[in-house]
């Protein structure tokens, strides 16, 4: 993309330019270029004034209307070219705040997760506190506090990538605790965790460039037999992209792509990679 494009909001799979409806070349061992995506910056409030929302001074939000269900969870991996960066199974148990701190060790990456909202992600860094990105702040809190009656769970090996020493993944999150606005490097609380507790460049703002190739691949996993891929130029783009489909859910994922296959009932096998 050679234009400079100041802010571009999420093209949905509605307008996704796919030739073929596969994403593969017939002709062709390799995934074909679908979509590539410029996103606005998201850190979690922006993405939606209701969503993901924290303040000391605030009563906790009630989830109960609305419980996690992991099986609402959309399975997913991430390949950098032939290999695999990330990969997520589906049904992974969450546990409540307090249940969740006897778990913990400094130097976790924890996840934050209620239906219909943007998982939100912390670092613990002990004594029962989280370092956290949060409306455009990086934030030191107490978990329970931050967690405001969502589940959690401990995901320090969704991503594959070689973890740091945890008082190497502690200082980076408590160097940075204060920083705010145009100081930030990160564009939501997932890439800023993952950047603590692996050092890469890849998840901050402008770690990768951008030449063209997407040699970054998110593979969507409806069922043994029914999985879509998408395209990127970035991590930091894939994240993005897999965080929405976090927030919406695995059936409006899926609608989303049915609508895009042009199919009106029900999503055709023929129509997913295996």
């Known amino acids: 993309m050679g234009n400079q494009v100041e802010k571009l909001t999420h093209l949905n799979y509605a307008e996704v330019p796919t030739s073929d409806p596969n994403g593969f070349d017939p002709d062709d061992d390799g995934p074909r270029i679908g979509v590539s995506y410029i996103f606005s910056n998201d850190d979690d409030d922006e993405q939606d004034d209701n969503l993901d929302q924290f303040s ?51 130097g976790d990456l924890l996840e934050f997760v209620a239906t219909g909202q943007y998982p939100h992600w912390a670092v613990y860094v002990g004594d029962f506190q989280v370092v956290h990105l949060h409306r455009a702040e990086i934030k030191n809190n107490f978990l329970t506090d931050v967690s405001q009656g969502k589940k959690g769970r401990i995901v320090n090996s969704l991503y594959r990538y070689r973890a740091l020493p945890p008082e190497v993944i502690v200082r980076n999150a408590l160097d940075h605790v204060g920083s705010r606005d145009r100081e930030l490097y990160w564009r939501n609380s997932e890439c800023f965790a993952a950047w603590c507790r692996f050092g890469k460049r890849e998840f901050k703002i402008g770690g990768e460039i951008r030449i063209g190739k997407q ?34 859910g695995k059936d409006a994922v899926m609608q989303e792509l049915a609508n895009h296959l042009n199919a009106t009932q029900e999503i055709k096998e023929d129509h997913f990679v295996n």
Do not use: W
Request: charged fraction near 35%.
């Open 56 to 106: 000391p001074d605030s009563r906790p939000v009630n989830h109960e209307e609305k419980p996690f269900d992991p099986h609402d969870e959309l399975e997913c991996a991430i390949y950098y070219r032939e290999e695999c960066a990330y990969e997520r199974s589906t049904g992974a148990a969450a546990h409540s705040p307090e249940s969740l701190l006897n778990k913990c060790r400094p």
């Open 215 to 248: 040699p970054y691949r998110l593979k969507l996993i409806f069922s043994e037999k029914k999985s879509h891929v998408l395209e990127f130029q970035s991590l930091e783009d894939v994240i993005m992209e897999k965080r929405r489909n976090d927030q919406i």
